[in-house]
């Protein structure tokens, strides 16, 4: 229990260390800390019912790490500058380039019937239906408005 306590802790001053500085694990594949970041999370819950809460609390946070690093690092920033492109929101309501605006209307109305949140679709459709018919109309205009 002793050796358990001890790994605990040297894995906590590795945590802390690594987490002062803004270096993210590159050269194990994100596979590997995820398996890993499970593995962790077993351990810690046998600590757990072994009643060993410390190294169990320690391994927690060590699996959370873990899950975190094994996510790809996405922007914010370059998501929004990347935006749709006019082709891929005429894909997405499924309208021509000579498409008017009544045509987008209507065929973002007949889609967000069946992708709308509240009548059973998903919030993922819907954005995308949304985004497509901003880029197409116009950002920030609203089809429904109070």
């Given at each position: 229990m002793s050796i358990l306590v001890l790994l605990a802790g040297a894995l906590l001053v590795l945590l802390v260390w690594v987490g002062r500085k803004p270096v993210r694990v590159t050269g194990v594949p994100r596979l590997w800390r995820a398996l890993m970041?499970?593995?962790v999370a077993v351990a810690a819950v046998v600590s757990?019912?072994?009643?060993g809460w410390i190294p169990s609390l320690i391994c927690?946070?060590?699996s959370a790490w873990l899950a975190q690093t094994a996510r790809p690092a996405r922007s914010s920033s370059e998501a929004a500058e990347?935006?749709?492109?006019l082709r891929e929101a005429r894909e997405i309501l499924g309208?021509?380039?000579?498409?008017?605006?009544?045509?987008i209307d209507a065929a973002y109305r007949?889609?967000?019937?069946?992708?709308h949140p509240d009548h059973g679709g998903s919030t993922g459709l819907a954005a995308q239906l949304n985004?497509?018919?901003d880029r197409l109309l116009g950002k920030g205009r609203r089809l429904f408005s109070a």
């Open positions: 970041a499970a593995l757990a019912l072994r009643g927690i946070g060590l990347r935006g749709m492109s309208v021509d380039e000579n498409a008017g605006r009544s045509e007949r889609l967000m019937r069946r992708a985004a497509a018919r």
